[in-house]
């Protein structure tokens, strides 16, 4: 079973930035915060990735909070292309037995 | 070019039917995986192979049997196709052994088993 809860849905108009929020309450110590998406009939996508500081890439930034029990994944300009399911998924870096568990993720629609 | 590349994109095939899909890196990873994305369009793990040996087998039918002819490869072959295993099937690569961490994904093959 997925270790976190996202909303099912969310709208964001073209140029605004996204806020999509993720709860990991159980989240452990060595536990990374990883998110993907995956646009309409295509593989996932890796974004980025974070353990306890905030983390920005060339696709997006990752918000942590302080106590780690949940996180906010933001897209500064979302445009049209940014439509797809997002998925927050809490894993360890490495390790035999620990899998990508990819839950239903939050449908991110970009309106014009 | 593609970094990790699935053929065929498409396959239609009867039931009873044996079915391969080849599944190509050239991130230079040692790991690679094959998932399954049903109707319902749950992402689950299938397999996992790190430098052409299993890692893990998730509780799949052993009619699903992955060959990794070197460590860029890892192909599916599929005996006796039901109806339950028509899917998209993805194929994934990653630096860094184990199940976790970054993942690279094929475009996928969407199986249709009728």
């Known amino acids: 079973d997925a270790k976190t809860t996202q909303p099912p849905s969310m709208d964001c108009a073209e140029g605004r930035a996204a806020n999509l929020p993720c709860n990991h309450s159980?989240?452990?110590?060595?536990?990374?915060v990883y998110w993907y998406r995956q646009i309409h009939s295509q593989g996932p996508q890796y974004i980025i990735h974070g353990l306890k500081n905030n983390e920005t890439n060339e696709m997006a930034s990752l918000i942590i909070t302080e106590d780690r029990k949940s996180s906010t994944l933001i897209l500064p300009h979302a445009t049209l292309r940014d439509t797809a399911v997002y998925y927050c998924?809490?894993?360890?870096?490495?390790?035999?037995?620990?899998?990508?568990?990819f839950g239903k993720g939050t449908l991110l629609t970009v309106n014009p | 070019d593609t970094a990790v590349s699935q053929t065929p994109k498409y396959l239609v095939t009867q039931m009873g039917n044996d079915k391969s899909i080849k599944c190509e890196q050239n991130l230079g990873h040692d790991t690679m995986y094959w998932y399954k994305q049903d109707s319902k369009k749950f992402l689950k793990i299938m397999f996992s192979y790190n430098n052409k040996e299993l890692i893990i087998n998730e509780t799949v039918p052993n009619r699903f049997s992955p060959k990794s002819p070197d460590k860029a490869h890892l192909n599916l072959h599929i005996n006796s196709l039901e109806l339950g295993d028509s899917a998209v099937y993805f194929c994934a690569s990653s630096p860094e052994p184990g199940l976790g961490g970054t993942q690279y994904f094929g475009p996928g093959t969407r199986l249709l088993v009728l």
């Open positions: 998924i809490v894993t360890l870096l490495r390790g035999s037995n620990y899998k990508l568990t």
């Open positions: 159980t989240i452990s110590g060595n536990e990374y």
